[in-house]
C-alpha cells in the first residue's frame, strides 16, 4: 500500500488549485482501473486523503460518486472498498458493451472514418506483446474500445463507457490471467480496424460482436472459477 499511496501524491498535480470531488474522482477511477487498487482493497481516508492532499469531506464526496459507479462499496462499520463484481455483473457489462459499442460502429455513417486512435491503440497493443507485457496488452484493448466508443462524438457516451471499462478493469483483476485473456484478440483488433479502414461497417459490427460474445464467454468461464475459490 505505500508504494501505491506514493505514487497517489504525485497525482495532487492533476488536482490544481480548484480540487473537487469529481478530479478526486477521476484520479481514483484511473488507479482503480490500473489496478493500484484490487478489488476488496479497504480504501483509507486518512492515507488517500493524506496522499492527495484533500479533505476527508472532499474525499468522501469522491467515494460517493464512484460508489455510484459501481466501482466502490461502503460496509456499515466497515469502511469503504473496492468492489468486487459478480458474474451477473460481468455479463451485464458485457452486455451493455455490446449494446453500446455495436450501435456505434452501425451508426458511422459513410466512410472514410477518423481512426488515428484505433490505429494507435493497435500499435500500443502490438508493441507490449513483443515485450510479453500482458497486462499493457490488456489496457491497449481497453484503449482500443475507448477508441471505438469515441468515434461516436458523444460525450454521454464515453462518458457511460468510462465507468463500464473502469468495472471491466475490476473483473481482468480477478481473472489474473492476462496472456491468456488478451493475446487472442491483438489479431482481432486489427481485423477490426481493417474492416473500418475499408469503410465496411456491417464487417466491422459482425466482427466486434463475435469477439464480445467470445470475450464474455472466456472471461465467465475463469471468473467463475476464480471467485469460487476465493469463496
Excluded at 18 to 41: H, K, M, N, Q
Amino acid at each position: 500500500m505505500a508504494e501505491q499511496l506514493k505514487d497517489l501524491a504525485d497525482d495532487r498535480a492533476l488536482l490544481g488549485r480548484t480540487s473537487t470531488a469529481e478530479r478526486v474522482s477521476d484520479i481514483l477511477r484511473s488507479r482503480i482501473a490500473e489496478g493500484y487498487f484490487p478489488p476488496g482493497t479497504r480504501l483509507s481516508e486518512d492515507s488517500i486523503g493524506g496522499a492527495l492532499g484533500v479533505s476527508r469531506n472532499t474525499l468522501r464526496e469522491a467515494f460517493r460518486l464512484l460508489t455510484h459507479e459501481r466501482l466502490l462499496v461502503h460496509e456499515l462499520n466497515r469502511g469503504v472498498f473496492v468492489r468486487v463484481l459478480t458474474v451477473e455483473d460481468v455479463e451485464d457489462i458485457y452486455r451493455t458493451r455490446r449494446l453500446v459499442e455495436c450501435a456505434v460502429v452501425r451508426g458511422l455513417g459513410e466512410p472514410p472514418y477518423g481512426l488515428d486512435g484505433l490505429a494507435g491503440a493497435v500499435a500500443e497493443g502490438r508493441t507490449a506483446a513483443r515485450e510479453g507485457d500482458w497486462k499493457a496488452v490488456g489496457t491497449a484493448n481497453i484503449h482500443f474500445h475507448r477508441e471505438l466508443v469515441a468515434l461516436a462524438a458523444s460525450e454521454r457516451t464515453e462518458e457511460l463507457m468510462r465507468s463500464v471499462f473502469a468495472e471491466l478493469r475490476l473483473a481482468f483483476h480477478v481473472v489474473d490471467e492476462p496472456q491468456r485473456l488478451h493475446e487472442p484478440y491483438i489479431a482481432r483488433n486489427i481485423a477490426i480496424l481493417q474492416a473500418l479502414q475499408d469503410g465496411d461497417r456491417e464487417q466491422a459490427e459482425s466482427l466486434l460482436a463475435g469477439y464480445l460474445d467470445d470475450s464474455l464467454e472466456r472471461v465467465v468461464e475463469v471468473y467463475r472459477r476464480r471467485v469460487g475459490e476465493d469463496g
